[in-house]
C-alpha cells in the first residue's frame, strides 16, 4: 500500500468534500473501523464492532444520521468514486460490475450497489452506494489455533464480519512458516499482493493463486504446486466441494472457511457436507461474531468416516 493505512487508501477514492471530512477525523475514530458506507442521498456512515456512527463535514462522528453536519453523498459522488475505482475507465472493469465489487490496495474489497442492465452482461449501473471493507492482519489471533489442530485440516466458521478471513490469513502466516502451502485468494483479499509480491505477511513457504476460482485454483495447486496444505476462503458451491474431496484424495490437507455460525448451520450447508461426510477436515472453527472479530468461541474435533 505503499506505507499508507487502509483508511489512507480509501480516502485517496473519494471526492474532495468526502476526503477533506475524512482526513479531519481524529486518530482513535479510525481504529477497530471495519466499513465505511456511502451511499447516494444519506450520511456516509463509519461502522465499528457493535455500532454506526456518521461522518460530519467537520469530521466528527455522530450517532444521529439526521445531523445537519453530516455528509450526504450525492449520485455524482457515487459515480466519480466507482470511476476512480475503475481508473477512469469504466468499460474495462465489466467483470468487478458484474460480480458487484473491486478489491483495492491492501485486500479491502468495495462492493457496489445498483441497478442491474438487463443485457445479458448484467453489469451494474446507476450506482447507488459503495460499501469499503477494510481487511485487517492481527499478527497472532490464530496462535491458539495453531497450537491446538498442529497443523490439521481446519474449517473455519463464522457469519458476516466475524474475522473469518482475518483468521485464515494469521494461520496461513503460521503454517506458511513451518510447510508448503498453497493459498488460492481469488479476490486478492488475504494476500493483498501487487506485482506477484505480497502486502502481507503469508509465511515463508506459501505459494499464491490470485484472480482463480476456488475449484480452477485448488486442482491447479494440487496438479503443479505439490502443497502439504491448501487453504482457501469462503468455499460455497459444489464444484468448490469437489475440487477439495479430488485434492484430498490426493494427500493434501486443506483450511478453509464457511459461512456458518453454528454446528447446525454448517452441517445445512451443502458444499461442506460431502467434504465433513468425507473426512476432510479435522476441526470445525466457530466465531463470535461481528461483536469480537476473529476470536474463537469454540474448536469443535470432527470425527473421521471409515
Known amino acids: 500500500m505503499n506505507g499508507r493505512t487502509s483508511y489512507e487508501t480509501i480516502s485517496s477514492y473519494a471526492t474532495p468534500e468526502i476526503r477533506r471530512a475524512m482526513s479531519l477525523t481524529a486518530l482513535e475514530d479510525r481504529r477497530d473501523l471495519s466499513e465505511i458506507r456511502i451511499r447516494s442521498g444519506r450520511a456516509i456512515s463509519f461502522v465499528y464492532p457493535g455500532r454506526i456512527m456518521f461522518l460530519t463535514k467537520s469530521g466528527r462522528l455522530t450517532a444521529n444520521h439526521k445531523n445537519s453536519a453530516c455528509i450526504a453523498a450525492s449520485a455524482a459522488d457515487i459515480r466519480e468514486i466507482v470511476e476512480a475505482l475503475c481508473r477512469y475507465s469504466v468499460h474495462s472493469c465489466s ?29 451494474i449501473r446507476d450506482f447507488s452506494s ?23 485440516s481446519v474449517l473455519i466458521c463464522g457469519g458476516v464480519n466475524s474475522g473469518k478471513t482475518t483468521l485464515l490469513r494469521d494461520l496461513c502466516r503460521l503454517l506458511g512458516d513451518s510447510r508448503k502451502v498453497a493459498l488460492i485468494d481469488e479476490r486478492n483479499e488475504i494476500s493483498a499482493s501487487i506485482g506477484g509480491i505480497p502486502g502481507r505477511d503469508i509465511g515463508a513457504m506459501t505459494d499464491v493463486i490470485i484472480g482463480s476460482g476456488r475449484a480452477a485454483g485448488v486442482a491447479a495447486a494440487v496438479r503443479t504446486l505439490s502443497p502439504d496444505m491448501i487453504i482457501c476462503d469462503e468455499i460455497s458451491e459444489p464444484c468448490d466441494a469437489e475440487a477439495i474431496l479430488s485434492g484430498f484424495g490426493c494427500g493434501v490437507n486443506f483450511t478453509a472457511s464457511l459461512h456458518a455460525e453454528s454446528y447446525e ?3 445445512s450447508r451443502k458444499a461442506a457436507v460431502p467434504l465433513i461426510e468425507s473426512g476432510v477436515f479435522d476441526y470445525a472453527v466457530f466465531l463470535w461474531g461481528s461483536c469480537c472479530p476473529s476470536r474463537i468461541k469454540e474448536i469443535r474435533r470432527l470425527a473421521r468416516c471409515c
Open 130 to 152: 459503495l460499501n469499503f471493507r477494510i481487511a485487517r492482519s492481527v499478527t497472532g489471533c490464530a496462535e491458539e489455533l495453531f497450537r491446538k489442530t498442529s497443523g490439521s
Open 95 to 123: 467483470k468487478e460490475l458484474r460480480e458487484g465489487f473491486f478489491v483495492i490496495g491492501g485486500g479491502i474489497r468495495v462492493g457496489v450497489s445498483g441497478t442491474v442492465s438487463e443485457t445479458e452482461s448484467r453489469t
Open 265 to 267: 448451520e454448517m452441517l
